[in-house]
T-cell receptor, first 112, second 118 residues
Framework: DQQVKQNSPSLSVQEGRISILNCDYTNSMFDYFLWYKKYPAEGPTFLIS?????DKNEDGRFTVFLNKSAKHLSLHIVPSQPGDSAVYFCAAGTSGTYKYIFGTGTRLKVLA | GAVVSQHPSWVICKSGTSVKIECRSL??????MFWYRQFPKQSLMLMAT?????????EQGVEKDKFLINHASLTLSTLTVTSAHPEDSSFYIC??????????????FGPGTRLTVL
């Protein structure tokens, strides 16, 4: 039972344009969400998080949107840069438990 | 801040031997550390949660006698793969969080350890 899903395994975007990565979850108990970026053979790097009391969190070029009723979150990267090319994982959990379920990842390729 | 290291970064061992992987939080005290494994082109699968000074909590389907976890201090957790077999070959990643990382709800990951069992 995949509680966190990233339905797009890959995404290609032109440099300078917006990248939108999507994530859906099924467990209504989840109230804290994170996005990580991962290069091959390296550990994930934390990008941005959002708690369920918010519907948007912004940090530089990265913005995460949360739609609790739809159990959906998305990561927007604007403008996209070639260095953003990596696999992006969303993770969901219940605050205080420190345990997160990861999605399967979306491979983003930003074309120069 | 919030740097997590792992050692070794890669290891090759013979079938039947045991391998120890270390995970350290370098600039903060990690109240909780986590161990994940990742198969090629798949997600990170949580194996176990370890709290300093107590026994690890293993996820369903993870053999606790095969994957021994010790969290002896607030900056060090170790994962020992005992009697390793080729099917244990994987990328093992640890993560940690703690009050000094700024938020207790964010996990910071180590760079991972590639284990290959021949």
């Amino acid at each position: 039972d995949q509680q966190v899903k990233q339905n797009s395994p890959s995404l290609s975007v032109q440099e300078g344009r917006i990248s939108i990565l999507n994530c859906d979850y099924t467990n209504s108990m989840f109230d804290y969400f994170l996005w990580y970026k991962k290069y091959p053979a390296e550990g994930p790097t934390f990008l941005i998080s959002i708690s369920s009391i918010k519907d948007k969190n912004e940090d530089g070029r990265f913005t995460v949107f949360l739609n609790k009723s739809a159990k959906h979150l998305s990561l927007h990267i604007v403008p996209s840069q070639p260095g953003d090319s990596a696999v992006y994982f969303c993770a969901a959990g219940t605050s205080g438990t420190y345990k997160y379920i990861f999605g399967t990842g979306t491979r983003l390729k930003v074309l120069a | 801040g919030a740097v997590v290291s792992q050692h070794p970064s890669w290891v090759i061992c013979k079938s039947g031997t045991s391998v120890k992987i270390e995970c350290r939080s370098l600039d903060f005290q990690a109240t909780t550390m986590f161990w994940y494994r990742q198969f090629p082109k798949q997600s990170l699968m949580l194996m176990a949660t370890s709290n300093e000074g107590s026994k690890a909590t293993y996820e369903q389907g993870v053999e606790k006698d095969k994957f021994l976890i010790n969290h002896a201090s607030l900056t060090l957790s170790t994962l020992t793969v005992t009697s390793a077999h080729p099917e244990d070959s994987s990328f093992y990643i640890c993560s940690a969080n703690g009050a000094r990382t700024g938020t207790t709800d964010t996990q910071y990951f180590g760079p991972g350890t590639r284990l290959t069992v021949l």
